[in-house]
């Protein structure tokens, strides 16, 4: 017994079916997350280490590299690079995709622990983070006071609305930034430690051993058991002061003889401004796989509670938060999902001309959607803007299952008078079989989509599941529910006749069928100009391809613009800092208030995870502009780039370089990267800096900079061997008391009220500030110019390192109308014209990836159409037939590249998807009329008689799923509101490809089943 037989006669228990799945739909909608984009890892864990007071150099040597051969034995890995810098060394393991990055990450974390005596002792644990879009915070918030002072405000933020914060559902992590700390410092008087003969080791060593409370054992007195404890902490500044350090002339000389002991605070090292105040700011990171979206809820919450609290001495705000783009382009979604079922009962209405046919097609919509949630939620797959936009695509295809079932019934009550259940029985059985394998080809051009390389297969995966569940799920309810419900309407048919304006479109419909089949008529005597005309479009088509600009991912305006802000090396923090104040300024005056939701930076020394942002010198500086939401400015997030950047241009010391970490990882990092392989910093730099200017000069490329442009000031001191042997002193014992004594050192600790803050030991300010104060400085009893000479020079600020070879990258964005397709050929150009010095370069970023993606989404095409071939051929039972039917795939290629360029949209990895939609999409109409020539050709007409029906018959079916789809594709293809821009050139894709492919299928198709038909005969014959 068929489906739609089973389904007419029982149901009741079809009726309960569907009620049950429905309930199961609901269900899996509220298993379902909220979020921007897919739950997805970047394939990347990065190790950050510590080492206080190193320089570049000393950390490539002591961290980097004994990091890099140990994350080198862990299997999968496919790229080490590393970036030294002053005091931080950060190791980026990038693996291949589908690599388990949870074993990974453990593979990882056991590697680093065998090679932990390969660092210095003084390096503090390596920090392992999985590199995923939940690394960058959700939320970011400001905290400012007109009433704390500095320390105040950070230790209230410390204790109390962290704690807050970091107890939210869903929250994993909150980190502040900004303000003063409380430190404990113990300035050392040179003068006076001379006086008394005490080194600074000496000092060191004496509070270094006053740290914890020391255990003594247990006691058992009176039958009871007591814990001894012996409380060594310090909890006072007289303690401190009376610690004796050594003895001189036979008396104790005690800490308050050669130091002022304070109670203040750690070096201003970063300076935070939000919309003109000084603030703290506190990320918050979501836990792996929390709702986004809920977690960003929860927060707000949690930030009322804050100020009911603490509004009367704090002033809090939200400077950035993830959830209102997610909101934004989901509400976005969901209307464009509404108004593409709106235009699709509309087609129907204008076809069928009924309220309740179209109704019952109508209704197959929001039932396939709702079906599809539990699916996704089984596949762990949430709402956000690659599955949604899945949704809004598919709208239109839904119904196309349901339209040709509908038809088919209609056709069979009104032309050959069947009842009410027997047309919806053998109606829907007679093209059961075509709708069946129209859909298993759309199905099956999403399979390769999966295996594309990189990011975009990562991303889409979502969007394969999203359309190929709501597809088979239409098809279920194209072959149960429609058959069930029009064999309970015994009016069907009889609607159209009834009313002027559904005659009117009767009419009009059957004008087109007989104007359609005499034109057909008369083409089939032309079959080789026509079958010749078609390819020549495809040709030409090709030929406009090329004038296409392309790109990897079309740039999304997530309303973030973020700038690095670099001043002449050694440029001190006041200096800085105040240069930013004046940016910010000016851009607050330029930029139109109604765009501009929040200004802030950060200027100088960026601590923690914030360093892998930018910012690690006192001369750099983060600049972030948050903009109001898309729809609500008039001004693009690219037009404000713009006008920020020539407002840059105005300060003679301030050079700058585009920053968007997220959506650099999203896109395969900056659009423009070369890196070149040497030995020699030198050498490297020299490449770097001339062709930094190179590709500068090349039309469309911004902010073109080295990584070994910037450079440091760095007094390196050189002991002499003569006077170490005289005195026998070791040049680690005086390299341990030049770092005490400049640097500084944390070598005790301070109880105060359960909390504990650092004791800093270091010199007087004074002794810091100049090459002469240095030198007089008194290390183990003698100036430091005693001991040996100081040699400046100018070091590189950050070494990079990839596959542990010494590399200097050379990395730009771009701006402009040009789009990184049409700027990759200069690239190259220029690149391959340079000379390198016989060094290896690799040109990677954006270009790179885009190649890589593109040569798999053109395999993955070829792929589909060979799939699809084959599902044809399982359906037919023969190889011909499935033949002539893929020469649709050329002609809806060719409609799609006309409306790009058309439209303006530049080729892109989404545009490339929409191609290889078109594969499944655009056969099922050449299905349709091949299946029901064959079966008028079994039934006794000639090939030509069984064409021209085939094609008369079909064509309202056809013109109605191609219009549906089409229409209610405009929404999507208008890629209005925030996230738009995504999934816009798929739909444009589809809508070109979908309408000229479905023109010429209507003439083209019959053309080649005559052409081709000789073969069949003489096949026939043959057997």
């Known amino acids: 017994m068929r489906l739609p037989e089973i389904a007419v006669r029982r149901k009741t228990t079809f009726l309960m079916v569907f009620i049950l799945m429905a309930g199961l739909g609901g269900y899996g909608f509220s298993l379902l997350g909220l979020d921007f984009f897919p739950e997805m890892s970047l394939n990347r864990i990065m190790v950050l280490t510590v080492l206080p007071g190193a320089g570049p150099e000393e950390i490539e040597t002591l961290v980097s590299e004994p990091i890099e051969e140990a994350a080198a034995l862990v299997g999968g890995v496919e790229h080490i690079e590393s970036q030294s810098s002053a005091s931080l060394s950060l190791v980026n393991a990038e693996f291949g995709w589908g690599t388990d990055l949870d074993q990974a990450e453990i593979d990882l974390r056991n590697a680093l622990t065998r090679a932990k005596g390969d660092l210095p002792d003084d390096a503090e644990e390596p920090v392992v983070i999985p590199m995923d879009p939940s690394v960058s915070p959700v939320i970011v918030v400001s905290v400012g006071s007109t009433v704390l002072d500095d320390i105040e405000l950070r230790r209230l933020v410390d204790d109390d609305i962290n704690p807050m914060l970091t107890r939210i559902e869903g929250v994993a992590s909150v980190v502040a930034y900004g303000g003063l700390e409380r430190q404990i410092n113990v300035t050392a008087e040179p003068a006076l430690m001379e006086r008394h003969g005490i080194s600074i080791s000496q000092i060191a060593g004496a509070l270094s051993v006053v740290r914890n409370n020391i255990p003594a054992g247990d006691m058992d007195a009176g039958g009871m058991n007591f814990v001894l404890n012996v409380e060594t902490a310090f909890h006072s500044l007289t303690e401190i002061e009376s610690i004796v350090v050594g003895y001189h002339d036979g008396l104790p000389v005690q800490v308050g003889d050669v130091c002022t002991v304070t109670d203040g605070t750690e070096e201003l090292v970063e300076t935070i401004m939000v919309d003109g105040e000084r603030s703290i700011l506190i990320m918050v990171l979501k836990q792996s796989g929390a709702n986004t979206a809920q977690v960003c809820n929860n927060v707000h919450e949690g930030l009322l509670e804050v100020n009911e609290q603490y509004g009367s001495v704090v002033n809090s705000g939200v400077v950035y938060d993830q959830s209102r783009i997610i909101r934004s382009s989901v509400t976005n979604l969901g209307k464009t999902g509404a108004q593409a079922v709106i235009i699709a009962v509309i087609v129907l209405l204008f076809f069928l001309g009924s309220w309740k046919t179209s109704g019952t097609v109508g209704l197959s919509i929001p039932l396939s959607v709702l079906l599809t949630f539990p699916v996704m939620a089984i596949f762990n797959v949430n709402l956000n803007m690659v599955s949604l936009a899945g949704l809004a695509l598919s709208i239109g295809m839904l119904v196309d299952n349901s339209i040709v079932v509908l038809e088919n019934i209609f056709r069979h009550r009104t032309a050959l ?43 889409f995966r979502d969007l394969s599941l999203t359309i190929s569940s709501t597809l088979l799920v239409s098809l279920f309810v194209a072959l149960t529910l429609i058959p069930l419900m029009t064999s309970r309407m015994h009016e069907i048919g009889a609607r159209r006749k009834k009313g002027r304006t559904a005659l009117a479109i009767d009419n009009f419909l059957n004008r087109v069928d007989s104007r359609y089949a005499n034109r057909l008529a008369r083409v089939l005597t032309r079959k080789k100009t026509v079958i010749g005309g078609a390819a020549l479009l495809f040709l030409i088509s090709l030929l406009v391809l090329k004038t296409i600009p392309s790109e990897f991912i079309p ?31 000016e851009i607050a005056e330029t930029l139109p208030p109604e765009v501009v939701d929040h200004i802030y930076f950060t200027a100088g020394e960026s601590q923690g995870v914030m360093a892998m942002a930018g910012g690690s010198g006192t001369n750099e500086a983060n600049l972030m502009v948050r903009l109001v939401p898309a729809y609500d400015r008039d001004l693009s997030k690219q037009e404000i780039e713009e006008i920020i950047r020539n407002i ?62 910037d450079r440091i000031s760095q007094y390196s001191f050189v002991p002499s061997c003569d006077v170490l042997s005289l005195r026998a002193a070791s040049p680690y014992l005086l390299g341990m008391e030049t770092n005490i004594a400049l640097m500084g050192s944390d070598i005790s600790v301070y109880r105060e009220n359960s909390e504990e803050y650092d004791v800093n030991l270091r010199y007087p300010e004074e002794y810091r500030n100049s090459l002469a104060d240095l030198n007089a400085t008194v290390v183990n009893g003698m100036p430091l110019e005693a001991w040996g000479t100081f040699k400046e020079e100018l070091i590189p600020k950050d070494i990079i390192r990839r596959d542990q070879n010494r590399v200097v990258t050379i990395s730009g964005s771009i701006s402009g109308t040009r789009t990184i397709g049409e700027i990759a050929p200069d690239v190259e150009r220029v690149v391959s014209q340079f000379d390198m010095n016989g060094y290896r370069y690799e040109i990677e970023g954006q270009i790179s990836d885009q190649a890589e993606t593109f040569q798999g989404l053109f395999i993955a095409l070829i792929v589909s159409a060979v799939l699809v071939y084959m599902v044809m051929a399982s359906q037919f039972e023969s190889l011909l037939e499935p033949f ?98 995504l999934y816009a050139p798929m739909g444009r894709a589809v809508i070109g490809g979908l309408s000229v492919g479905t023109f010429l299928t209507l003439f083209v198709v019959p053309a080649l089943y005559l052409v081709f038909g000789r073969f069949r005969k003489a096949q026939e014959v043959a057997e």
């Open 417 to 459: 008078g069947a009842s009410p259940e027997k047309a919806s029985v053998e109606g829907a059985s007679e093209v059961g079989m075509a709708v069946s394998a129209s859909t298993m080809t759309t199905l099956a051009v999403f399979i390769p989509i999966m295996f594309v390389p990189g990011v975009t297969g990562r991303l």
């Open 555 to 585: 740039q999304l305006d997530n309303g973030m613009v973020q700038f690095v802000i670099y001043r002449s090396p050694g440029t001190e923090l006041d200096s800085t800092d105040s240069t930013m104040v004046e940016v910010a300024a």
């Open 648 to 709: 840059l241009a105005g300060y003679p010391d301030v050079e700058y370089s585009r920053n968007d970490p997220l959506t650099a990882a999203l896109q395969g990092g900056d659009p423009v990267v070369v890196n070149v392989y040497g030995n020699d910093i030198e050498t490297l730099s020299t490449i770097g800096e001339e062709l930094a200017a190179e590709l500068s000069a090349i039309d469309g490329v911004e902010d073109a900079r080295s990584s070994l442009n």
């Open 884 to 981: 002539i039917i893929i020469f649709t795939v050329p002609l809806a290629v060719s409609g799609a590249i006309f409306m790009l360029a058309l439209t303006g949209t530049s080729f892109s990895a989404l545009s490339f998807i929409g191609l290889i939609m078109l594969v499944g999409i655009i056969v099922n109409n050449g299905i349709v009329m091949v299946d029901y020539a064959n079966q008028l050709m079994d039934q006794g007409k000639n090939r030509i008689e069984a064409i021209v029906e085939a094609g008369r018959t079909r064509l309202r079916p056809i013109l109605m799923t191609a219009a549906t789809t089409v229409l209610a594709m405009v929404p999507v293809a208008i890629g209005a509101g925030e996230g738009g821009q």
